[in-house]
T-cell receptor
């Protein structure tokens, strides 16, 4: 049973560039959430996608956008990169149909470095 | 607003010692869920346990045990007879019943020395 997968594992970009991160959910899951984890801190919620729609969004600017595909995989896009966007980006998948808040299972993350 | 506080930023123990990681939370919701995740150096967050707000029974899984006390808004995690492989950052997190957003604490780095 494949878990949550993310690509790429590492990425180096320069300020002002754009980046796309990808996530495939765990088998049987239909919901994908994205988190940003700065060094030495806990993960911060960016947004969640379900049925190809953004269901909830955290306190992140519009430079952060996403997409969910019919096969439930998801992309996170960040435009006009800033040095402060350097972080570990974590994708989590869950199932919307279990009632109540389902457990979110995390992927290995993508380490983004902005120079 | 929800908040999770892990006051211990770093704990160092010697192998075979018992260690307790503290977690205190704040929420105005009556129905919510609490979680513990482990983050080894590889970076992936590994799910350990989920508890709902109506179940205050303590849980034991091998060397791991969890103490949930609604009266003090705490959800503490104890590792018995710690091992070097337990070295990691541990996060406590909270989500409400209708929400989709996990709120994490700042994490506790546990170092178990041989």
């Amino acid at each position: 049973d494949a878990g949550v997968t993310q690509s790429p594992t590492h990425l180096i970009k320069t300020r002002g560039q754009q980046v796309t991160l990808r996530c495939s959910p765990k088998s049987g899951h239909d919901t994908v959430s994205w988190y940003q984890q700065a060094l030495g801190q806990g993960p911060q919620f960016i947004f969640q996608y379900y049925e190809e729609e953004e269901r909830q969004r955290g306190n992140f600017p519009d430079r952060f956008s996403g997409h969910q595909f019919p096969n439930y995989s998801s992309e996170l896009n960040v435009n006009a990169l800033l040095l402060g966007d350097s972080a570990l980006y974590l994708c989590a998948s869950s199932s919307a149909g279990t009632g109540g808040a389902d457990t979110q299972y995390f992927g290995p993350g993508t380490r983004l470095t902005v120079l | 607003a929800q908040k999770v506080t892990q006051a211990q930023t770093e704990i160092s123990v010697v192998e075979k010692e018992d260690v307790t990681l503290d977690c205190v939370y704040e929420t105005r919701d009556t129905t919510y869920y609490l979680f513990w995740y482990k983050q080894p150096p590889s970076g992936e967050l590994v799910f350990l346990i989920r508890r709902n707000s109506f179940d205050e029974q303590n849980e034991i899984s091998g060397r791991y045990s969890w103490n949930f006390q609604k009266s003090t808004s705490s959800f503490n995690f104890t590792i018995t007879a710690s091992q070097v492989v337990d070295s990691a950052v541990y996060f406590c997190a909270l989500i409400n019943n209708a929400g989709n957003m996990l709120t994490f604490g700042g994490g506790t780095r546990l170092m178990v020395k041989p």
